[in-house]
């Protein structure tokens, strides 16, 4: 070989790799989401893609967002996290700990972004400062904030006394929701009765709550009860029945009142997880953040049509009100 050509061939060979890298990082990374229920009903999403674009991400780009909704039937789920990791998504990002649930037992290697109430609790972390393994993301502490529910309930409707609780019992982070809600339905001399809310004993839970002689309803932060949202508000107008909800989305749908985790804010909060991810950072090594954002909304309509008079205090407290 002749020494220009030899000259030539070497500089070729030394610029390979960083070609190579070059071509590596503009590769288009896939992020995989389930949710729960239908287009349109996740606010989280919503926060998700705000805090993508907030990080530079062009979604469509250099970013592929795989969405799949489960159109409210759980056992839907776990076909949806295997069809995302056929399409060897970079990071699986999921809301609620039932999905979080079928995304590990899925995998144990593709990084997993989890939103949970009791993501130790589900056995989704071992600690949050030390996750360990696939998984991280954030905890929305509704075991803490479940026990305000009924302190909220209790001051729009002082007459209170028996409260129906409709709530997941396959959802690992439901249990401390309960045990919070019932210690606090002792402290103020309340009467506490759970009602499944599977998607298939919903409808026999509506019947019960409504030959049982309760005067308000607790509408658990289970995301397989999105759908239902709808259902059960007409539920709670037809009965006369005053209700709140750890969702916030069921105040804007007739609800009387919410008491729920920003689900905007902790969408764009993943994102950070998601681009560090991207990035090269081991879920294992990133802790699981607490939300601390927890927002009261009241709608003054309903409880009108409820007949009752929304004390002022909780008015001025209130972070959104729908007149």
Partial sequence: MKRREFIAALGSAAAWPVVARAQQSERVRRVGYVWIGTPGSDIGLAGLRQGLVDRGYVIGRNLLLEVRYA????????????ELLALNVDVLATPGTPIARAAQRATSTVPIVCISGDPIGAGLVKSLSHPGGNI????????????????????????????????????????QQMRNMRDAANSLSLELTTFSARSSEVETSLTAIATTNVDALIVTSDPSLEPLLARIVAFTAAHHLPALYGSSTAVGQGGLMSYSANLFALGRRAADYVDRILKGARPAELPVEQATEVALKVNVR???ALGLTVPPTLLARADEVIE
């Fill in 71 to 82: 159109e409210g039937q759980p056992d839907l789920v776990s076909d949806l996290v295997a």
């Fill in 136 to 175: 991280t993301g954030l905890s929305l502490l509704s075991g803490d904030y479940s026990a305000k529910w009924l302190e909220l309930l209790k001051e729009m409707v002082p007459r209170v006394h028996q409260i129906a609780a409709l709530w997941n019992p396959d959802n690992q982070g439901q249990a």
């Fill in 302 to 304: 309903t409880a009108k």
